[in-house]
T-cell receptor, first 120, second 113 residues
Framework: NAGVMQNPRHLVRRRGQEARLRCSPM?????VYWYRQLPEEGLKFMVY????????ESGMPKERFSAEFPKEGPSILRIQQVVRGDSAAYFC??????????????????FGPGTRLTVT | SQKIEQNSEALNIQEGKTATLTCNYT??????LQWYRQDPGRGPVFLLL?????KEKRKERLKVTFDTTLKQSLFHITASQPADSATYLC????????????FGAGTRLAVHP
């Protein structure tokens, strides 16, 4: 069972360009979370999605940032007109349906390796 | 607003000793608390979850305690090994059920041979 996959692993964009980060959850997982991590800081929640629905986007900046989790394909975090302050590691996590999981612990999140975005 | 505090200074211990990491939180009463491990350049890895009605949870050399009165969790690694060196993150669900987590900044543990 493949883990959570994210691509690209590293992304360099110039100011003003668009960044598209992709996340494929673990098989059977219907919940996707996006986090941002700045150097020496903790993970900051951005958005929580289920298939075709945004459940909670309270941690996402209202401008330039958007996220989707279509019926088919990976979840996408999109950052338009990037600025230097967007440089960070972006992690995606998935979890099984909250009614239970094979491990018996319904709430753990499985993280991908992250995408490191550098804005020059 | 909710706040989670972990020791910001790195914890250095000798191999074989017990490492104890602290997580304190304010302004919330979480139903459960989680601990993750993060290695440099990688995503966090889930370690343990403890519910509000559990005082203690163990998994191999790991032990977590949860004191809802003190609003504190302690994370212990017994018989520590250099391979345990990593940053350990504490996380709380602030959504009341759909697993929206807030994370502490983490404590870096270094186990020396």
């Amino acid at each position: 069972n493949a883990g959570v996959m994210q691509n690209p692993r590293h992304l360099v964009r110039r100011r003003g360009q668009e960044a598209r980060l992709r996340c494929s959850p673990m098989k059977g997982h219907s919940h996707v979370y996006w986090y941002r991590q700045l150097p020496e800081e903790g993970l900051k929640f951005m958005v929580y999605l289920q298939k075709e629905n945004i459940i909670d986007e309270s941690g996402m900046p209202k401008e330039r940032f958007s996220a989707e989790f279509p019926k088919e394909g990976p979840s996408i975090l999109r950052i338009q007109q990037v600025v230097r302050g967007d440089s960070a590691a972006y992690f995606c996590a998935s979890s099984p349906p909250l009614e239970g999981s094979p491990t018996g612990s319904p709430y753990e999140q499985y993280f991908g390796p992250g995408t490191r975005l550098t804005v020059t | 607003s909710q706040k989670i505090e972990q020791n910001s200074e790195a914890l250095n211990i000798q191999e074989g000793k017990t490492a104890t990491l602290t997580c304190n939180y304010t302004n919330y009463s979480p139903a459960y608390l989680q601990w993750y491990r993060q290695d440099p350049g990688r995503g966090p890895v889930f370690l343990l979850l403890i519910r509000e009605n559990e005082k203690e949870k163990r998994k191999e050399r790991l032990k977590v305690t949860f004191d809802t009165t003190l609003k504190q969790s302690l994370f212990h690694i017994t018989a520590s090994q250099p391979a345990d060196s990593a940053t350990y993150l504490c996380a709380l669900d602030i959504s009341g059920g759909y697993n929206k987590l807030i994370f502490g900044a983490g404590t870096r543990l270094a186990v020396h041979p």
